[in-house]
């Protein structure tokens, strides 16, 4: 939204309530959901395939039939591997640490955020383990996997400054966002409010030297402008 100029107002749920109010409003439970004249357009992609038509310039899609496809082909890789991976491997380390959790979670959130938090994360955290692998007999296969993953970001990105064709596109900006967390850049929009665990701390500067994730800070720097002032 912002690299394309258009203002908007973000709402920050909480986890274990959100699917409640996104309810209300979409199809699905899950988010992220953009809503515009009554209308729910929801996940990522298709989200960026709607900015794509009322706001064609600067544009993030392909023209071209080949690089189309390709671009497809990575956005769900990047959505089905990098994101779900990362996020396994992060709940493993914040489950254990629920006082980061609840400031993390509850960020810009509305004012229950913190309470509800407290009285449901007994109970939230062990579903959330089994629905998202995060045990720690799991842990360093799914840190293998992220591993392999990255081995393909870093291929491409030693190739070519960007992942498909020879401009920043919605794949790059999917790779950026998904990876933001790893590279915690200045212009990243929601730096967390407290230091993450050590633990993670340092799993993410074993990484930070990857041309992926070099790649992914420039990105940052080239491509993230924030808006403060339509972001709120």
Excluded at 7 to 15: C, D
Excluded at 90 to 103: D, G, M, P, V, W
Excluded at 192 to 213: G, M, T
Aim: glycine share 4%.
């Amino acid at each position: 939204m912002e690299y394309k100029n258009l203002s908007y107002q973000q709402i920050n749920l909480v986890p274990g309530l959100h699917g409640f109010v996104v309810k209300r409003k979409a199809a699905e439970s899950s988010v992220p959901v953009l809503l515009i004249d009554n209308q729910a357009i929801q996940g990522s992609s298709k989200i960026i395939d709607y900015v794509e038509k009322i706001a064609p310039h600067p544009t993030l899609g392909f023209n071209e039939v080949s690089q189309r496809l390709e671009a497809v082909e990575l956005e769900f890789f990047l959505d089905e591997q990098i994101g779900p991976l990362l996020r396994s491997i992060a709940y493993n380390i914040l489950f254990k640490h629920r006082k980061e959790l609840i400031t993390l979670w509850s960020h810009l959130g509305p004012a229950y955020g913190t309470v509800w938090l407290r009285l449901s994360l007994p109970f939230l955290i062990p579903y959330l383990e089994r629905s998202y692998n995060t045990t720690d007999a799991s842990a360093q296969k799914q840190r293998d996997r992220f591993d392999s993953a990255l081995d393909r970001l870093d291929t491409l990105y030693e190739r070519t400054p960007f992942l498909v064709g020879d401009r920043f596109s919605r794949v790059d900006l999917t790779a950026a966002a998904l990876l933001g967390p790893m590279v915690m850049p200045e212009q990243h929009p929601l730096p967390p409010a407290v230091p993450l665990p050590d633990e993670f701390e340092n799993y993410r500067l074993q990484l930070i030297d990857r041309p992926v994730l070099q790649r992914v800070t420039s990105l940052y720097k080239e491509y993230r402008h924030t808006n403060t002032a339509s972001a709120r």
